[in-house]
């Protein structure tokens, strides 16, 4: 770990793209749900490749695309959305990269 406490993370960061659903209310109080995919995550947050913009503390919820559920019962029909917040937004080419932190870390 870093010494320095602006490089510390209160978890490890893995760089992984996942699809992944992103569910929120815009800006025009309309309602969206869109497919992106993230660029890093982590058992406390993720950073996330969204098409559109979004404004610092939106409440957003994720959703991972699971297959169907299989018949031994072990994936569930269902994946339980994790809500979000987002902590920072930017510009890069033709994405918007959002930090997100989740509101209950992953287990």
């Not at 602006?6 to 025009?28: C, K, M, N, T, Y």
């Not at 569930?76 to 890069?92: C, D, F, K, N």
């Amino acid at each position: 770990m870093s010494s320095n406490p602006a490089e510390r993370r209160r978890s490890q960061r893995l760089h992984l793209q996942i699809p992944i659903f992103v569910r929120g209310v815009d800006g025009g109080g309309d309602d969206f749900l869109d497919l992106s995919r993230t660029v890093d995550i982590s058992s406390v947050g993720a950073c996330l490749a969204v098409e559109r913009a979004m404004k610092l503390s939106d409440l957003i919820s994720l959703t991972i695309p699971a297959p169907p559920p299989t018949t031994s019962g072990l994936a569930s029909a269902m994946a339980r959305p994790i809500q979000a917040r987002v902590r920072r937004s930017y510009p890069a080419g033709e994405v918007h990269l959002i930090g997100v932190e989740f509101i209950r870390p992953l287990e």
